[in-house]
């Protein structure tokens, strides 16, 4: 489906401020993309829809990842929040179209992020976390400046801001998280 088709729907179906989150943290992975040498249509693509399933109900989010033959895991089951990343890759395929599998893989990891991340997977994980539409914390424009220059360590950055967050909470970690964040750390981002 067309950026545009795609572009209404977001329009009609989310509220004001996600729509606004999801045009910005599109644009923000395009250039992302032309800084790193990714495909800035499939970075765009991909921050578009990244959210798209964001705003439906639990029970919604999880018939589609269901349909998707995608797995609810035990970290999920005890965070609803991060049934909406699955189930946007699910929606993405079964509403949009979308059948390529790195796109769908940048929307599912966008919340949690993974280890050993694809290009385009760090591309859309660090551009949730610091478009321009964000607020949640002081240092999101560092983060998005750091981004520019050098991804791994701005991806560190707000996993170890998030892990702090979700644990400061009470909520379930998912051991994706972890795994990422160690995976930045063996392999010395911060030297
Ligand atoms: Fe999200
Ligand atoms: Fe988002």
Redesign the pocket.
Known sequence: MDNQRITDYLNKNLSAERYRHTICCAKLAAELAMIYGEDKNKAYKAGLL??VA?ELSVDKMREYIKDNGMHVDVYMENNPALL??YA?AAMAEAIFDIDDKEILSAITY??TGKENMTLLEKIIFIA?ASDESRTYDKKIEQWRELAKNDIDAAILKVLDFNIVKVVNRGFVLHENTVKARNYLVINNVRK
């Open positions: 990244h959210d964001k909406h990343a946007s966008h919340t949730d």
